[in-house]
């Protein structure tokens, strides 16, 4: 499948990104999750001012996957390259472009020599994980209700 493209995500159309996010998020990630864990979920990054000011300001880069104009996947990634978010839309599983996604972001890190990019991957997303090269740094944690496995790839 190659009718999408990859490109950064404006400030402008990061409501859309999250709207996306979200839907995503209550289908595949809400049911490893305590009630606890997915209103921490909608309050720190759904609904967080904060947390969205952090791509105004450029402590947080969106590199998304366009169908036309619909957003159907997001890549967000700290300055401290910690991805924070990586979502795509459940008709477009299986089709490449979370890889896509991962390697365009790999392509605008690769400048710097070694750099290791660090997730905390649901439960749901370990093996995609797995299968792109990142290894588990520990066992599954829960914090405010939200279960998830630290993992680390060095590129």
Do not use: C, W
Request: proline share 2%; aromatic share 12%; charged share 30%.
């Amino acid at each position: 499948m190659s009718d999408y493209i990859i490109k950064s995500v404006s400030y402008d159309i990061l409501e859309e990104a999250f709207s996306m996010v979200m839907k995503v998020f209550m289908e595949f990630d809400a049911p490893d999750y305590s009630k606890e864990g997915i209103e921490e979920f909608k309050k720190e990054i759904i609904e967080s001012e904060k947390f969205k000011n952090r791509f105004k300001t450029g402590d947080q880069i969106m590199i998304g996957a366009f169908k036309e104009d619909k957003i159907i996947g997001v890549l967000a990634i700290s300055v401290r390259n910690h991805i924070s978010l990586f979502f795509v839309e459940k008709e477009y599983h299986r089709m490449g472009i979370a890889t896509a996604l991962f390697e365009e972001l790999i392509k605008r890190i690769k400048q710097e020599n070694s750099v290791k990019i660090t997730l905390n991957s649901s439960l749901y997303a370990v093996p995609f994980y797995s299968k792109i090269g990142f290894v588990a740094t520990d066992t599954e944690k829960v914090s405010n209700g939200i279960r998830y496995i630290p993992m680390e790839i060095v590129i």
